[in-house]
Nanobody, 120 residues
Framework: QVQLVESGGGLVQAGGSLRLSCAAS????????MGWYRQAPGKQRELVAT???????NYADSVKGRFAISRDNAWKMVYLQMNSLKPEDTDVYYC??????????????WGQGTRVTVSS
């Protein structure tokens, strides 16, 4: 139905930047909200940023002013520009899409995750 593939993770020094990308593919009628969550081992998945189809954004307090989410509706992509990275940003980052596929109810779809490691 809907597949999400993230890219752009990696190792970066504190203060550096990374840009995550997520591509949605498959049989898709419509994508509503998209966004990024992150999860550390043994912890709950937490919201990083979300963006509506109209471009309204929402950020976790911990990333406000440092991260920027954007999307390209035509290409079914969502991006996360991460600046001024801190060691506590180290996590696996998951892309999600609130989408409607043929023959299915509207629901959230998740990518496999991309690891971000910030060294001090």
């Amino acid at each position: 139905q809907v597949q999400l593939v993230e890219s752009g993770g990696g190792l970066v020094q504190a203060g550096g930047s990374l840009r995550l990308s997520c591509a949605a593919s498959g049989s898709i009628i419509s994508i509503y909200n998209m966004g990024w969550y992150r999860q550390a081992p043994g912890k709950q998945r937490e919201l990083v940023a979300t963006i509506t189809s109209g471009g309204s954004t929402n950020y976790a307090d911990s990333v406000k002013g440092r991260f920027a989410i954007s999307r390209d509706n035509a290409w079914k992509m969502v991006y996360l520009q991460m600046n001024s990275l801190k060691p506590e940003d180290t996590d696996v980052y998951y892309c999600y899409a609130d989408a409607l596929a043929p023959g299915a109810i509207r629901r959230d779809y998740w990518g496999q995750g991309t690891r971000v490691t910030v060294s001090s």
